[in-house]
Structure formats: structure tokens, C-alpha cells
């Protein structure tokens, strides 16, 4: 058994925090390394320094003398080097990284093991399905080329403009005659040669070369014994076809995996990064149970560092030690209460042999602020029979209905979709619909599809977030629910979203009420003065614009204060109430009517010029007149009305109507004034 110890690079592979740029490319130059580690003052990694960043400092300009820290801050991944090489390779893979940064039992750096160590020492079997190179390579790439003649700072600007890590070389008869990579460019940088320098003379064009069909075992001893992590491969014709790296090797070196299944396994847990709940992968090494894959949630919570730590170092080891005895007698563990600092967790384990290794998924489900945990999301993968059914328990215990789609095409949906449509499948659901958003209620409050939309994904993405909500029928209860939308990409660049619809009924409810009390007078339930002036300066914009005649009714109620003064307030707040019943009856939808203040009434009348509401405003008058209360049978009420012309603003509208209603009343009361 091979141990990460076992292969650490440890010469020049460090520098200070404190040291400048300059002095980690010249550390970089005399590394066999791609990539060095700054330590802090107790020798504990912070990041790394790469020939990658140093290409971005080449084609930024950047002064060399800046300090290190200024130009990387990376989070790193560290691993103890106790741990085994398959277990690094990992890591390696399932956290997306390019080397393993070994550290101690007190987490202070030792050194680095790289892709090409990793291949170079792992075991015999992992190739004795004599795997090709074709195999590895998926498709034909566009090389990026470049001339002998050029310099070398024409060669950085394509490696920064593609973010690649190698340009090929040609001569004058555009013949391929070696690879400039990012390790030729950290040499340059080290003995201070200057960028303008031609590529022939610093070039020493040892162009390693294989072919498509070559053994990729064969490939592997080859680059191990001449220590390089690159090579161009050839077709048939030799022809350069694409680029062949350690990191390519080392993604395939457990032998010959079906690769399209590995892509997937990787697509699901990048959507287990959606999820809001805390996802740790377990795995034994050694008879200890590391933590090798954490998700971005975790990540947010614990940080990096947690990774390749035992589980018993977060969970602590007494809890831990019962967990697990639980989860190896019953094989899963579910709704456990569990503090870890000062957050509490409701946490569920399922426990599987994956390739022979035991591992335990963890779900911690916050607790500690129940109401503001986020709604998780996770999305369909055609994987390895136990780790996908495991991933669809995960997405099977959200309450929200979470959906893989195309925009049209249901692909996958967790249980709480198919028990709200009360069908057992995605197939099911498509003999009814067309598309989930044939189910959205059109109703103007919620999103909807309308005739000129076509993708009703694309439509709602324009939207703001909060204006993301549709209403579904709950056909079981015929009860319209409403739903808060997140949509995001399964993958980058990819046509399939993870659709999340998250039930906000209660919350819409309780908004809706809340802007009620806030835009409602709470006697006499119409609209207040608030509300009423907003409505006002819409309507003056809009009539200012498109030249359309609106009217301004202001009203009194007659000797109101005789009321209050003779039968009681509360007889006063009657007829208050009494009035507006009568007035919201004979008005049309479209109108704004809302309390002024007091016994003081406004209605704005768009689309209307002042004779018409001068006949409306006296029907009102009449049917008020016959206004008949117990103890009361002598209400009035005095009108005056003015017609918006062009300059008109908010005060001079209400002013002229205020005018209007002071002749009604000086004039005898109980009549209407233009």
C-alpha cells in the first residue's frame, strides 16, 4: 500500500507569506513543481502560487515586487500524509483540484504530490484493461499555434486570452516542432530573461509525441521516466489532434470506467451544491473515517480545511462513536438532533460499500433558524446504480418540488412533485401536460405564459426574483397554492435546469394582507390618502404622455360633525361606512376612491372628462340623499370636480376640486360644483 508520504515533493516547494512575487516565480523556476504553497508563520498552508497565476501576472502587468498574498488567495485542500494514494486520488478528483498538499497530524505543510506522482506510483492493476489514449481523449481540439518568431510575450497572451496551459510551436512551413507551456514560461520569469525574446531562443523544442492508439500504460511509463506532466497527441496520419496531461491520466486511472457514467456521478454532486443543507461524504481509510467530499454549503459553514479530517474531529468523538455504531447495526441513521458549535442539526446518514469502500453520506439540516433555511435543489444523473438511488433519497426528503427539465421535458422530479400532481412518474405527468408551466394559473398576480411567450423559462428569467412566483392547483384539495421559482443551469453551458418551486402560500397570504392594511382606510375599508396620491401622480404621467382626459370628484359629508355630536361616534362611523358602500356600488372598477381624511372623500376618474363626471358625481349626491339610518334620514353631500389639463401637477388638481367644493358648500351644501 502506497501512502501519500511516499511520493511528497519537499525541495522548493514553500515560501513565506510574506515574500513577494518575485521571490515565489524564482522559487517556482527551481521547482519541479507546477504549483508552490504560501505558508503562514506556524508553516500552515494558505494557498497556492501557480505557473497559471503567473501567466495572469505576466499579461496584467503586475508589479513583481507587489507582496504574494496580494495576487492569490485561494482556498486549499489539504490531505494528511497518512492517507492512502487512492483515497488522495480522490480527493483530487471529487473536489476538482490539480495536487495533493500533504500536511502533518498538527496540519503543518510537509509537501506536494502532484497528478503525475499519484500515476506514477499507483498500482499495476489500475491498467490491466489496457486502456488507449483515444480513450481518454474525447474529441478533436482547436490547437492554439504560434510561429518560432514570435516572442514570448505574444505566447502568454494566448495562454491568458484561452486559458490553456500550452500554445504549439510551428516553423516557417507551419510544421509543429515543439509545445510552450506554462513551466517554460516560470523558467523565463526566474532567470529574468525579457518577454520580447523569441521564442527559437529559449525554446528547446524536445517535442514529446504519442500516438491515439498508443497503450496509455505505455504513455504513463513514458512521461514518469522523463518526469513531464505533457505530450501532443498524434493522429493516424500524425496530425496533432489534442494535448495529452496528467490530469487527463488521472481522471481515468482507476482503469476503464465508463467514462460517460463518470461525468454524470460528477454532474449529480455539483447539483448537490444547490442544495441548501450541509452534505458530507464519509469514506474509510485506514479504519478511520475521513471526510473526502464536502458540498458548497459545507463549504460555507466548516470551510475547506474540514476535509481529509475525521468526521469525530466536527461531530466530536463520543457523539460520533454512537452514530456510528447506530449506522453500522441498522445501515442508516435519520433525524438525529446534533450541535456542532453553536448551530443545531437534524442530521440523516445512509450508509453503502461503493467499489468495496465503506461510506456514509451525511445530511445536516439547520435547525437552528428553521424559517430561514434554504430550500434545497438536486437534479437527476444516470450513475452507478447505489450512489444514484442514494442521491434520489436526498432530493426525495425536500418538501419543495424540485424538477430536471429542458424547459419543456420532465426528466427527473422528487417525490413531493409527483405526490402534489398525484401521478408515479415523469411520463405520467406529460400524458396530461406538455409542460409544467401548462399547469401555472394565469391569474395577474403570478407568472404565467402568454401567447407571445415561447419559453416560459427564458420569460420568467427576465423577471426580478421577487416577481418569480406562480399559482398551481393542488388538484387533491383544489386549493390554488403559490410557489417561489429558482431556476439554475444543471451545468455550466448546459440546456438543463434544476428547477426548484418552493410553496409560499402562507407568505404570499400574510404580504397580500399586509399591503392591504397599508393601502386601506380601516373604517370604511377603501383606499386610503396614501394610496390614492400614488394612483394620482400614475395617472397625471400618463394622461401628460398620451394626452387622455382624467377627472379629480372631491366630496364632504354634510354637518358630519352634527352627527358625531348628536347620536355618538360610533353612529358617525355608520354613516362614514354607509357612504362608501353607496359610492363603491355605483362607480366603475377602474376608479380610485379613497378616504381624504375625516368625512372627506376623493375619486379619480380616468378616460373621463368633467361632464361625465359631473353626471356621475350628481347620481352620487341623490343616491346618498336617500340614504336612510336608523335615527338619520337626512345625509348629504357636497361635490366639487375639476378635469386634468396639460401642466396640471398633483396640487393644483386637488386644489382647483377643493376650490370647486367650497362654492358647494358656500352655495347651500348638498350639491355638485364644476
Request: net charge negative; hydrophobic share 35%; charged share 25%.
Given at each position: ?12 516547494v ?14 517556482l ?9 504560501i505558508l503562514?508563520?506556524?508553516?500552515k ?12 501576472v ?8 507587489r507582496?504574494?498574498?496580494e ?38 505543510f ?11 506510483y ?9 486502456i488507449?489514449v483515444?480513450n ?24 491568458a486570452?484561452?486559458?490553456i ?10 510544421t ?12 523565463i ?5 525579457s ?11 524536445d ?5 491515439h ?60 451544491n444547490?442544495?441548501?443543507e ?36 466536527v ?13 453500522r447495526?441498522?445501515?442508516?441513521y ?35 433558524d428553521?424559517?430561514?433555511?434554504v ?5 437527476k ?17 425536500q ?22 400532481y ?9 400524458k396530461?401536460y ?7 394559473v394565469?391569474?395577474?398576480s ?7 411567450d ?11 426574483e ?15 397554492k ?14 438543463r ?10 407568505i ?13 382606510d380601516t ?9 390614492f396620491?400614488d ?21 364632504d ?12 361616534h ?11 358602500e353607496?359610492?363603491n356600488l ?15 372623500f ?16 350628481e347620481?352620487l ?16 353631500a ?9 401642466g ?27
Amino acid at each position: 500500500m502506497v501512502l501519500v508520504k511516499n511520493i511528497l515533493s519537499t525541495q522548493n516547494v514553500s515560501i513565506s507569506q510574506y515574500s513577494t512575487i518575485k521571490e515565489a516565480v524564482e522559487i517556482l523556476g527551481n521547482s519541479s513543481e507546477e504549483a508552490i504553497v504560501i505558508l503562514d508563520t506556524d508553516d500552515k498552508p494558505i494557498c497556492t502560487f501557480t505557473e497559471r497565476d503567473l501567466i495572469k501576472v505576466l499579461t496584467n502587468k503586475i508589479d513583481l515586487s507587489r507582496p504574494i498574498l496580494e495576487i492569490t488567495r485561494k482556498n486549499i485542500i489539504t490531505v494528511n500524509h497518512n492517507r492512502t494514494l487512492e483515497y488522495a486520488l480522490n480527493v483530487l478528483i471529487d473536489n476538482n483540484i490539480r495536487r495533493v498538499v500533504a500536511v502533518d497530524d498538527e496540519d503543518k505543510f510537509i509537501g506536494i504530490a502532484s497528478q503525475k506522482h499519484i500515476i506514477k506510483y499507483i498500482e499495476e492493476e489500475s491498467f490491466k484493461t489496457n486502456i488507449l489514449v483515444s480513450n481518454i481523449i474525447s474529441q478533436k481540439l482547436n490547437l492554439i499555434t504560434i510561429n518560432q518568431n514570435k516572442t514570448v510575450n505574444e505566447a502568454v497572451s494566448l495562454m491568458a486570452q484561452y486559458e490553456i496551459s500550452s500554445v504549439l510551436i510551428t516553423d516557417n512551413q507551419n510544421t509543429t516542432i515543439g509545445l510552450f507551456t506554462e513551466k517554460d514560461v516560470v523558467h523565463i520569469s526566474s532567470s529574468n530573461k525579457s518577454l520580447s525574446t523569441p521564442l527559437y531562443e529559449v525554446c528547446s523544442f524536445d517535442l514529446q509525441t504519442v500516438r491515439h492508439d498508443d497503450n496509455l500504460k505505455d504513455v504513463v511509463d513514458i512521461m514518469s521516466k522523463k518526469d513531464i506532466s505533457i505530450a501532443l497527441v498524434l493522429d493516424s496520419q500524425n496530425n496533432p489532434t489534442s494535448i495529452l496531461s496528467t490530469r487527463d491520466i488521472a481522471h481515468n486511472i482507476k482503469g476503464n470506467y465508463n467514462k460517460f457514467l463518470e461525468t454524470r456521478l460528477k454532474g449529480v454532486k455539483s447539483t448537490l451544491n444547490y442544495i441548501g443543507e450541509l452534505i458530507i461524504e464519509v469514506c474509510s481509510d485506514n479504519n478511520k473515517q475521513i471526510i473526502q467530499w464536502i458540498n458548497e454549503a459545507s463549504i460555507n459553514r466548516f470551510g475547506h480545511q474540514i476535509i481529509d479530517k475525521e468526521i469525530s474531529s466536527v461531530i466530536g468523538i463520543e457523539e460520533w462513536c454512537n452514530i456510528y455504531t447506530e449506522i453500522r447495526t441498522n445501515q442508516k441513521y435519520t433525524k438525529k438532533k446534533i450541535q456542532i458549535d453553536e448551530y443545531f442539526y437534524e442530521m440523516i446518514c445512509s450508509y453503502h460499500f461503493i467499489s468495496n469502500k465503506e461510506t456514509i453520506l451525511m445530511i445536516l439540516r439547520d435547525v437552528t433558524d428553521y424559517e430561514d433555511r434554504v430550500t434545497c435543489e438536486v437534479l437527476k444523473r444516470e450513475e452507478k446504480e447505489k450512489e444514484l438511488a442514494l442521491l434520489q433519497n436526498v432530493i426525495n426528503q425536500q418538501s419543495s418540488l424540485i424538477i430536471v427539465s429542458n424547459g419543456t421535458k420532465i426528466e427527473l422530479v422528487n417525490q413531493s412533485f409527483l405526490d402534489f400532481y398525484d401521478v408515479s412518474s415523469p411520463t405520467q405527468f406529460h400524458k396530461s401536460y406538455n409542460c409544467i408551466c401548462d399547469t401555472f394559473v394565469a391569474h395577474p398576480s403570478f407568472f404565467h405564459l402568454t401567447p407571445d411567450d415561447k419559453n416560459w423559462i427564458d420569460t420568467i428569467l427576465q423577471l426580478p426574483e421577487k416577481d418569480r412566483v406562480v399559482s398551481i392547483v393542488n388538484l387533491k384539495t383544489i386549493e390554488p397554492k403559490a410557489f417561489s421559482v429558482q431556476i439554475n443551469n444543471l451545468l455550466p453551458n448546459s440546456n438543463r435546469f434544476v428547477i426548484t418551486l418552493t410553496d409560499i402560500t402562507d407568505i404570499k397570504l400574510e404580504s397580500q394582507k399586509h399591503y392591504y392594511h397599508a393601502t386601506h382606510d380601516t373604517l370604511t375599508k377603501i383606499y386610503n390618502r396614501s394610496f390614492f396620491l400614488d394612483k394620482l401622480n400614475d395617472e397625471i404621467t400618463a394622461s401628460s404622455r398620451y394626452k387622455t382626459p382624467f377627472s379629480l370628484v372631491i366630496f364632504d359629508i354634510d354637518y358630519f360633525k352634527k352627527f358625531n355630536d348628536t347620536y355618538g361616534h360610533l353612529k358617525g362611523d355608520e354613516v362614514l361606512v354607509s357612504v362608501c358602500e353607496v359610492v363603491n356600488l355605483n362607480i366603475r372598477k377602474t376608479d380610485i376612491f379613497a378616504r381624504w381624511g375625516g368625512e372627506e372623500f376623493v375619486i379619480l376618474l380616468p378616460h373621463t372628462t368633467i361632464q361625465k363626471a359631473e353626471i356621475l358625481a350628481e347620481n352620487l349626491r341623490k343616491l346618498i340623499e336617500k340614504i336612510s339610518l336608523d335615527k338619520i334620514n337626512n345625509i348629504t353631500a357636497s361635490f366639487g370636480i375639476s378635469e386634468y389639463t396639460q401642466g396640471d401637477t398633483e396640487k393644483t388638481l386637488i386644489q382647483k376640486s377643493d376650490e370647486c367644493l367650497y362654492r358647494a358648500k358656500a352655495n347651500g351644501r348638498n350639491q355638485v360644483v364644476i
